[in-house]
């Protein structure tokens, strides 16, 4: 029997006057969201800039003094003298610097005598990562210092093979544009699984989910007029956060809205189902929140690619990223935001969220059951 079209509407709009009363739920779908790309936009970076870099020259002259200008002219690093090594790996230790440039006593007779000049390198490598990028500033430097100075006096660089890097769809090499559109993703599923869970197991605290079953109103009924306007304010989050992302943080929409529209549709059906699954297990907002956060925030976290990327994952891994529906979404809305609307990322995707989607509604709809046991 179908849904009748007048229970459903009652339901919808008794749902929307709650959410409106509701301070909480229209904190986690606007407030935290703004306060995310806030924190994310302006205070999380991968940019390793400002790179605390110790110097140490053993004997100063005007080749060692034209070198290490390179390093306080460059907006990377912050360079700080020291006086010989000791002093600089004892800076390191007690965490003052990040790295250590190394020039030894010989380093301007050696270069002159191209029998190349020693450079000692030391990075922290505590974070790897930054490790890694701070070795490939330091190699920059050195590569664009030696080309200067080839051009300077009239000769071809060494060798002679010019290589010419070109960097597409982040061509400012910026970690917010890439950090950003996968954010939108963490908000979707906030606003879908987790406050959808949240709301409804709070309806079984204050018993208005025992008013509803002993009515005439069918389970599908309360389950479309729960969706419903969930939905609506969860692609207003979405459209908000994208607004933001484009025009506070500049972060380039090279895709189409319709395409934005359609694939971020996607993905909220399939975050509300979690959180309509979430919600027919557990009817206390405690164990609620946590299986919400356990099951679909921290999997959409750590597994999507949003921050980590999915390649460089184990095996296994990889493959249990396959359930995770933000990983799908994630590459979406990077594609769409940086590189435009490529069609073999966007459909393959596209495809998995609808897969998913139906799964989830479908489990939602087969585990709920008008009774109170």
Known sequence: MKPAPSRVLALMRKEFLQIGRDPSALAIAFVMPMILLLLFGYGVSLDARNVRLAIVVERPDALTAEFTAEFDHSAYFRARRFLDIQQAERAMATDKVDGIIWL???????????????????????????????????????????????HAAGRGPQPSLAVTAEVRFNRSVSSRNFLIPGLIAMIMTLTGALLTALVIAREWERGTMEALMVTRVRIREIL???????????????????????????????????????????????????????????????????????????????????????????????????????RYFVAILQSLFLAGDIWPVILPNAAALALMAAIFLGLARATARKRLD
Do not use: C
């Open 104 to 150: 030894r006593a010989d380093f301007t007779r050696r270069f002159d005598a191209g029998a190349g000049a020693p450079i000692g390198v030391i990075i922290n490598g505590v974070d790897a990562n930054t490790a890694r990028i701070v070795e490939g500033y330091v190699q920059q430097v050195w590569a664009g210092w030696l080309a200067a100075r080839a």
């Open 224 to 326: 479309l007029a729960k969706l419903v306007p969930y939905f609506v304010l969860g692609m207003g989050g979405m459209a908000m956060s994208v607004a933001l992302a484009v025009y506070l943080f500049g972060v380039p929409l090279r895709g189409g809205i319709a395409v934005l529209a359609a694939t971020s549709a996607l993905f909220m059906l399939a975050a509300l189902g979690m959180g309509l699954l979430i919600s027919g297990v557990a009817r206390n907002q405690f164990v609620a929140g946590q299986i919400a956060i356990i099951a679909t925030f921290l999997p959409a976290f750590l597994l999507s690619g949003f921050v980590f990327d999915i390649e460089s994952m184990p095996a296994v891994v990889r493959l249990i990223t396959h359930v995770v529906a933000a």
